[in-house]
């Protein structure tokens, strides 16, 4: 009696819920709409069967009935999964067309596929054209002709803009230290060399420091106090016979060596206090300010055409090196960055003129893509480069019909590198593009390449 009586509470229970549940339903369907109100009624029916399993007794012991259950737990998750994904609400445009006939219907496999395209519909025809899924090489192309491509009015005015600035700083040092022998400013980046990408916002300014060979040598950067091949110092030689004052230079020595530090806050100093930018702006039509906070020697212009960012770099050309004033970040001083950003432009734009490829259209997406990253931004630029110049030792179709192929390629090559840690220049092998990295950005940067790889479309997603 009392079991029958527990029964029945609970038949009364679930009608109750029963209840609630089909008054639930039927608004649902009112707000909702169908397929939302079909989503309810598929999630209800989960909470449902645990309701039941929860006020249901137990066979305790019993393993049939255990592994019942959990089929049970998979299928309801499998059935919540299924919803996560309702299909798009059809647009109000698209409500007055016909339904399909059940001969047009699409065939179960195609249920589901996205419409990228369709072709437009002949007068003489009412046929429908099947769609059209764009390949990796067309959604490449058509990236970089709509997110990556630099505007032409940037790609034009952005350098006569920088040479008129350039121009003002190489009168202003000659006036202000003509016992310095600055060579002539050039310009220099991505987007002078066929490189640039998404916007023309950033411009190189190469200030030779021009040395007498006589007075100066270089001392590996595997001798110097970090270890790096990468970095180099310059020594003050024969002090003996050319004593301090031999070199106009030599106002910049730090324990017998040039310092790139020192020479880099003498010129920030007159960049910051000296140099009337207000006025040369306003002649050139726009705002110039130097960027006090910044280590680095960084102008930022504001113009109504373009907001550029400008980095002046003192250079030293010896012995067939091409070194600039960037030391690394702490109390080291004294050193000298190799740079191969000219021989690396040099030797793309040699390989593509030798077998017509597309190696610069292909740095230029994979660079634009890094930069719409903030995870991959560090593998922009010279990384890059030396990832396409070693795959050319190996890839030798590097035709525009080859694109994807290529780029897929590129992608599985630097994951594999970030899975060493380890990235070689191409043009020194003792150097690791990658030694400056945190483990925690290596990892970051893997694995969203890994994911790329597998899903190529991902790094081309609107920014």
């Known amino acids: 009696m009392a079991e029958f009586a527990r029964q029945r509470g609970k038949r009364q229970d679930d009608s109750g ?4 549940l089909d008054l639930l339903l039927a608004n649902a369907r009112l707000v909702l709409g169908v397929s939302g109100a079909a989503v309810l009624a598929i999630a209800t029916l989960v909470v449902k069967r ?25 299928q309801d998750l499998a059935l ?33 596929k996205p419409k990228v395209c369709s072709a437009p519909l002949e007068t003489s025809r009412v046929e429908s054209s099947p769609p059209r899924c764009l390949t990796l090489q067309e959604k490449l192309l058509s990236h970089y002709s709509s997110w990556l491509a630099v505007p032409k009015v940037q790609a034009s005015f952005t350098p006569q803009l920088a040479r008129s600035i350039c121009t003002q700083l190489q009168n202003f040092l000659r006036s202000k230290c003509p016992e310095l022998p600055f060579g002539s400013i050039f310009l220099s980046g991505p987007l002078l060399d066929g490189l640039g990408v998404l916007s023309a916002d950033h411009i190189h300014f190469m200030l030779p420091v021009v040395l007498d060979t006589t007075l100066w040598s270089l001392i590996p950067g595997e001798d110097t106090v970090v270890r790096n091949p990468q970095y180099w110092m310059i020594k003050r030689t024969d002090l003996e016979y050319f004593p301090r004052g031999s070199s106009p230079w030599d106002r910049f020595i730090v324990g017998q060596y040039l310092s790139s530090n020192a020479l880099n806050e003498t010129l920030h100093k007159m960049l910051v206090a000296s140099i009337n930018w207000p006025a040369i702006g306003s002649l050139l039509g726009s705002i110039i300010h130097p960027v006090v906070a910044s280590q680095d020697l960084k102008l930022e212009v504001k113009h109504d055409q373009v907001e550029l960012s400008i980095t002046l770099f003192p250079t030293v050309e010896m012995e067939g090196k091409v070194l600039l004033s960037a ?64 795959l050319s030792a190996t890839s030798l179709d590097w035709a525009e019909e080859s694109l994807a192929d290529r780029y897929q390629q590129v992608l599985e090559e630097l994951v594999g590198y970030l899975e060493k840690g380890v990235l070689p220049s191409y043009f020194n092998h003792k150097i690791n593009l990658f030694c400056e990295l945190l483990e925690e950005e290596i990892d970051e940067m893997g694995f969203m390449l890994y994911r790329a790889i597998a899903e190529p479309e991902l790094l081309l997603k609107e920014k």
């Open 17 to 20: 819920l029963g209840s609630v």
């Open 50 to 74: 645990l309701i039941d399993r929860a006020t249901s007794p137990r066979d305790d012991g019993d393993p049939k009935a255990e592994q019942k259950t959990l089929e049970e737990s998979w």
């Open 80 to 112: 919540i999964k299924a919803t996560q994904k309702p299909p798009k609400k059809q647009r109000k445009e698209d409500l007055s067309a016909p339904l399909l006939s059940p001969a047009q219907s699409p065939a179960p496999g195609e249920a589901h």
């Open 327 to 390: 030391p690394p970040e702490g109390l080291v001083e004294n050193l000298w960055l190799e740079s191969f950003y000219r021989a690396e432009v040099s030797r793309v734009k040699e390989l593509d003129a030798g077998d017509s490829g597309a190696r610069q259209l292909c740095l230029r997406i994979l660079n634009g893509v890094c930069r719409s990253h903030p995870t991959l931004r560090k593998l922009g630029g010279s990384p890059l480069t030396h990832v396409v110049l070693h």
